[in-house]
């Protein structure tokens, strides 16, 4: 018990407290919130920035330190809406 009172008064578990503090606040200011279909469309949204951080994970634990990445995601996504615009 004094390993998870030591764990929650880390970084980590204020961290913890605040994605708590997040989810709560969502879910009583937003009707559905906690649907499951929301939470599919959510992941959904937010899947090409997770590609993104855990590549870059591997780069940075590796030592190859590129802060490039997001640069060239942004130079992507203009150049995509740009040839896509009809």
Same mark, same amino acid.
């Given at each position: 018990? !004094?390993? %998870? ?8 578990? &204020?961290?913890?407290?605040?994605? %708590?503090? =997040?989810?709560?606040?969502n879910a009583a200011a =937003? ?8 939470? =599919?469309?959510? &992941? ?5 920035? !997770?590609? %993104? ?6 780069v940075i634990i590796g030592?190859?330190?590129? &802060?490039? =990445? !997001?640069?060239i995601m942004g130079l ?11």
């Amino acid at each position: 018990m !004094a390993d %998870v009172a030591r764990r929650l008064r880390s970084w980590e578990g &204020l961290l913890f407290g605040l994605l %708590v503090i =997040v989810i709560v606040l969502n879910a009583a200011a =937003v009707p559905g919130y906690l649907n499951p279909q929301n939470q =599919v469309n959510l &992941l959904q949204l937010s899947i090409e920035k !997770a590609i %993104v951080a855990l590549a870059m994970t591997f780069v940075i634990i590796g030592g190859e330190i590129d &802060l490039s =990445v !997001a640069s060239i995601m942004g130079l992507a996504a203009i150049l995509f809406a740009w040839s896509s615009r009809s």
